[in-house]
């Protein structure tokens, strides 16, 4: 299950970052993610909502931290993955 992380997230002015963590890779690259941060993002007021960006999904350990060395599995465990959305309102 996905959800998002509310300290690293950010909404202002029409522009939303949000950084969503799951278990594996495949659920945070599916539709289905794309829409629960969509959806957050129009709850929190942005008027009609779409992914701007989206960055590849990442590994992180059991405090949240990411390197190089996780990413190249020098060191472990990876607790979860973290992947980060750029959500801009519509005009």
């Known amino acids: 299950m996905v959800s998002i992380?509310?300290?690293?997230?950010k909404v202002a002015s029409g522009r939303a970052e949000f950084v969503v963590s799951g278990s594996g890779v495949e659920e945070l690259?599916?539709?289905a993610t794309s829409n629960i941060v969509i959806q957050k993002a129009?709850?929190?007021g942005l008027n009609r909502p779409g992914v701007s960006n989206a960055s590849g999904p990442y590994p992180v350990d059991a405090e949240g931290k990411t390197d190089d060395d996780l990413l190249l599995g020098k060191r472990g465990p990876v607790a979860a993955y973290q992947r980060d959305f750029?959500?801009?309102?519509?005009i």
């Open 42 to 44: 129009a709850e929190l």
């Open 5 to 9: 992380v509310d300290g690293l997230s």
């Open 86 to 90: 750029v959500i801009l309102a519509s």
């Open 29 to 31: 690259m599916s539709a």
